[in-house]
């Protein structure tokens, strides 16, 4: 039986590096990344995966940047787009891959691009600003839009505004690309929801909360014109003893999504949940430390046996073995060094099984 192969894209700011992206082969026996190429690219942000499995598509000073994936995992630039905006910082595709969304934390904006049929970036389509004023505190004074995400029936995009403290929900016209207002996911003041999941199966939306470190559950239902999203759960992504001053950051589910993964800086945690598949609650597996100083990501490998985390301040990535039946999280070997990591994602090479590719 062939042996099943992956490789993991992580995305990092370029301060003094201009290779922005870096690509690893997985040793999934060893719980290790093994370097294998990296890709000049400036501070890429966020990057995604097509659902097709072909196309990674990455945040840039510049705009947005589009790639092929090999058939080894390596990229090759398909092209480049700009987003008519400051520089982005989440993105995603539809479920058909025929649009690509862009968040702007810094403008508050939401750009919504064409895609071509070879995965290239064609034109802007749509551009909304979020306005309003949020509570008079720190950072969250004005629209700060950190995520953007389809809903599963590809019907509707969910838009985390970090800043307004609710997340906004728009119908998408697939036509014309355009967004039209239809609901709002209202969350608590200076909250600050971060990043969204939604399961497969379409049925449970997951909105992680920076500021307040907590995750809301909601479940999803299509009532025909519009989308109704009813709150089922608030559960912490901190133990009861936790430092001061502590922010949620990533939400990544397992492969085989049973488990919930986010992490938190300054109490330099990752937490795992299991999830109720059927109810779509989340309970708690364990939060432990990360050995490193805010983990801006963090993410279990598809074999559910060893987790990485991104410990962006601290220039590393840590490894760590783990038994979820037990709720153990152990070090596994030495931290890799790299320059202010962002994100990871793993990825199935399509010679072995064809990946559905980003969430």
């Known amino acids: 039986m062939r042996k099943e192969k992956y490789v993991a894209y992580v995305s990092t700011y370029t301060m003094g ?16 990344l093994l370097e294998k190429d990296q890709v000049k690219i400036t501070n890429s942000s966020y990057v995604t995966i097509s659902h097709n499995g072909r196309y990674l598509y990455s945040i840039t000073d510049f705009g947005v940047e589009s ?6 995992g390596t990229l090759k630039v ?10 982005g910082c989440y993105l995603s595709t539809d479920y058909e891959d025929r649009y690509l ?54 019907k509707y995009l969910m ?68 989308p109704e999203f009813t709150k089922i759960q608030t559960i912490s992504t901190l133990n009861k003893y936790h430092a001061g001053g502590s922010a949620a950051s990533a939400l990544n589910f397992s492969e085989d999504e049973q488990y919930l993964v986010s992490s938190n800086a300054g109490d330099n945690s990752v937490i795992v949940y299991n999830i109720n598949r059927k109810s779509g609650e989340l309970t708690k597996n364990f939060c432990l430390p990360i050995s490193g100083d805010y983990p801006k990501d963090a993410a279990l490998f598809p074999d559910n046996k060893h987790l990485v985390s991104l410990n962006h301040e601290t220039n590393t990535m840590t490894f760590f073995n ?28 399509e010679g072995e099984k064809k990946t559905e590719g980003g969430e």
């Open 101 to 154: 969304f862009v968040a702007g934390y810094h403008d508050g904006k939401i750009t919504v691009l064409r895609l071509r049929e070879d995965g290239g970036i064609g034109k802007i389509v749509d551009e909304i600003y979020h306005k309003g004023l949020g509570s008079i505190a720190e950072r969250n004074f004005r629209p700060h839009v950190n995520c953007v995400k389809m809903t599963r029936d590809n």
């Open 67 to 72: 790639y092929r994936i090999l058939e080894d």
């Open 78 to 87: 398909i092209n480049h787009g700009s987003i008519n905006g400051m520089r």
């Open 322 to 349: 783990v038994d979820l039946k037990k709720g153990l999280l152990v070090m596994n070997g030495k931290e890799m060094k790299i320059d202010q990591p962002n994100c990871i994602i793993f990825h199935k090479l």
């Open 159 to 226: 838009a985390a505004d970090l800043g307004m403290d609710h997340t906004d929900v728009y119908k998408f016209d697939h036509k014309t690309g355009k967004l039209k207002p239809i609901d709002v996911i209202r969350s608590d003041i200076e909250s600050a929801p971060r990043h969204i999941k939604m399961s497969k199966d379409g049925k449970f939306v997951y909105i992680v909360h920076e500021l307040k470190n907590y995750i809301d559950v909601y479940k999803y239902e299509d009532l025909g014109n519009a």
């Open 17 to 32: 590096d201009n290779y922005g992206i870096k690509i690893y082969d997985v040793d999934m026996k060893q719980g290790r």
